[in-house]
């Protein structure tokens, strides 16, 4: 057995459990079953978030879940702490959710009621912004914040997207003239926009649903402080060559509207603002099988979003 599994195995009393990968994306998270039920554990990317940064997250994740929220509770270990490094390995272990994802990102989407559920996660997500608005962060909270110098300064959380190597002159100049005008938008507008924390990357794969309609919430992995409109359009942008997607748009807006106001008056601008993130992100992965095809995608999606402002 690989010694991360099994020193995390032994930092939660769990000897002898059976363990399945189950996704290796930025995390690898494995399913343990043992006598009591079932876990999820995971094996935390190298040097992407710090001790504290991944315990603030663990501490929001429990209080979401406290609040009544469908998210995957921390369970702390025999030490009672809910974080442990073995083998120089940050390792955390969840509740285990019964649910499958809502999609895959590039596949269409295959889904029972879609415009009921669009209209769930809409409420969900206004729960999710609700609960976090009254919670009271412990001292000491660090999370990354997807504010304006976050997404559009010198060093933006997902890369300098307007520098991107594989960009022509017309798309470079595009990016630059974009990011300017967004600035100024947000310098003038921001203190108006609602903010908070977020989860910052409810794609289909990060949406789970289970019996009877259920819909729950994981990977906290990018959450932090950021624009609510920011956290609508990480939502939807994923799902916009859906043949429906104006009708799941307009069942989303609807369900989060159910819950709490919101003004999305200036959505096309976050959701333009979300797709240059991922213009950016591509950069450090560009070695990666089927980046390029990924990057082409990334580059499309923001000219359609840019020239619709």
Avoid at 125 to 142: C, K, N, V, Y
Avoid at 183 to 196: F, I, K, P, R, V
Avoid at 221 to 229: E, I
Wanted: hydrophobic residues 40%.
């Amino acid at each position: 057995m690989n010694p991360v599994i099994k020193g995390a195995l032994a930092g939660w009393g769990l000897q002898g459990a059976e363990v399945r990968l189950i996704a290796t994306r930025e995390n690898q998270v494995f399913r343990v079953d043992h006598r009591g039920g079932s876990l999820a554990l995971r094996l935390h990317r190298s040097g992407y978030r710090t001790d504290q940064e991944l315990r603030c997250e663990l501490q929001w994740m429990a209080a979401l879940a406290e609040g009544g929220l469908n998210v995957p509770g921390p369970k702390a270990a025999l030490d009672g702490d809910t974080l442990q490094t073995v083998e120089g390995v940050q390792v955390s272990m969840l509740d285990w959710l019964d649910a499958e994802p809502m999609g895959q990102i590039g596949t269409p989407l295959v889904l029972p009621d879609r415009l009921g559920l669009f209209f769930t996660l809409g409420a969900k997500m206004a729960r999710l912004h609700e609960i976090s608005d009254s919670w009271t962060p412990p001292t000491g909270f660090q999370r990354w914040a997807w504010d304006r110098d976050g997404l559009l300064g010198e060093a933006p959380l997902w890369d300098r997207f307007w520098e991107n190597p594989t960009l022509n002159r017309q798309d470079r100049t595009m990016l630059e003239r974009f990011r300017t005008q967004a600035q100024t938008w947000l310098e003038a507008e921001e203190g108006a926009q609602d903010y908070g924390l977020i989860h910052a990357d409810l794609v289909p794969e990060n949406v789970m649903h289970g019996a009877g309609g259920a819909l729950y919430f994981i990977d906290f992995d990018d959450g932090g402080y950021g624009f609510r409109l920011f956290d609508i359009a990480t939502a939807l942008i994923k799902n916009r060559a859906e043949p429906d997607y104006t009708d799941l748009r307009a069942a989303l807006i609807e369900g989060y509207h159910s819950q709490r106001t919101l003004d999305m008056s200036a959505l096309d601008l976050f959701m333009a603002l979300r797709s240059v993130t991922y213009v950016g992100w591509i950069i450090a992965r560009q070695a990666e099988e089927g980046a390029d095809a990924r990057n082409q995608r990334y580059l499309k999606q923001a000219r359609s979003l840019i020239s619709a402002l």
